[in-house]
């Protein structure tokens, strides 16, 4: 693109954001997704010619090529990619707006969007759920279970309202407020017949050569898995699953002698109903705290605020009682 294109002024940002209608950031979201003006034109119910002339609008709104124009279709440049994202933002934004204002004005509680992690984050969500529900019966509830690393990704592109997880990078504390909620002691588990059931004293040495089940490398379970071995030098040689799903482990386990460090809080139930066999072996205390994240600086729905009022509440109750 030649500098000599869009002529001018730079355009600050609160100026281009002021010229930009609702009609432009559904044309860039479809046109984001489509890659074709043809099709982009159909989906907007507009003629191909008035399809090219709202993007010409606003690049010269803009002041910048978006896209590249190509044989078929089109390409997003890194403007337009940022320009994408801000868009589909925004839609996302006033949807979630009218689906709230809608519900609150028919006498509802609104939605709320909440990520979680596996674990004893899963049986404390579970007790909010409860207890939320029944404070705001008519609050439509919609919960995400993932890996910490991609619920902060759907935190920042506002897919989740809140998330119960951890931080995977040093970096996203300058991005999100962190609220510790509570650590996780760990469990080493396996089928119910498991030939190491009822053992004593059992070294890292012995459960190096058994085959294991292993979390994803982006996990803070596979985290403490790696450290306890890898810190006393030694390596799995029996062969490994790795699997982000409890339950696929689960039946895993009670069909093979494979054996997983999991939550306590997750497993307990299972162990104490003969579903699972713990296996005794010394461990760090815990994984890393886990805690309630949200976006820095952004004002929570009253639907927000009401959870987690309540979820501290019952993170209290846990760590009381615990």
């Known amino acids: 693109m030649s500098p000599d294109e869009f002529p ?47 993007l010409m609008d606003i690049e010269a709104i803009l002041e910048a090529r978006l896209f590249d124009r190509l044989s078929r279709g089109m390409r997003p440049n890194e403007l337009g990619l940022f320009t994408l994202r801000y868009a589909g933002a925004a839609l996302d934004g006033q949807r979630k707006f009218v689906d709230e204002f809608n519900a609150l004005k028919q006498g509802g509680h609104g939605h709320l969007t909440i990520g979680a992690i596996t674990g ?90 058994w085959p294991w089940i292993l979390y994803p490398a982006s996990t803070a379970v596979r985290k403490v898995c790696d450290d306890l071995f890898g810190g006393a030098g030694l390596a799995l040689s029996a062969g490994v699953v790795e699997t982000p799903s409890f339950l696929f482990a689960l039946e895993l386990m009670n069909t093979t002698t494979m054996m997983s460090l999991q939550p306590a809080a997750l497993v307990e139930k299972y162990v104490n109903k003969g579903l699972l066999s713990r296996i005794p072996v010394a461990l760090p205390d815990r994984m890393p705290d886990y805690g309630l994240i949200t976006r820095l600086a952004e004002p929570l729905t009253p639907s927000a605020q009401a959870f987690i009022t309540v979820l501290r509440e019952t993170a209290g109750l846990a760590i009381e009682t615990s």
């Open 8 to 54: 001018g002024k730079p355009l600050s940002l609160a100026q281009a954001c002021a010229r930009l209608r609702f009609r432009h950031l559904q044309f860039l979201d479809i046109l984001g997704r489509t890659r074709n003006l043809r099709l982009t034109a159909e989906q907007m119910h507009v003629t191909q010619p008035a399809a090219t002339k709202i």
């Open 120 to 209: 004893s984050a899963a049986h404390l969500l579970v007790a909010s759920v409860v207890e939320i529900q029944r404070l705001r019966p008519l609050l439509v509830l919609k919960v995400l279970e993932q890996s910490s690393d991609q619920l902060i990704s759907w935190l920042e592109e506002r897919k989740i309202d809140l998330m119960i997880g951890r931080f995977t990078d040093e970096a996203q504390r300058s991005q999100f407020h962190y609220e510790r909620l509570s650590a996780e002691p760990l469990w080493v588990v396996g089928g119910l017949h498991h030939p190491l059931r009822g053992a004593a004293n059992l070294p890292l040495t012995e459960l190096a050569h």
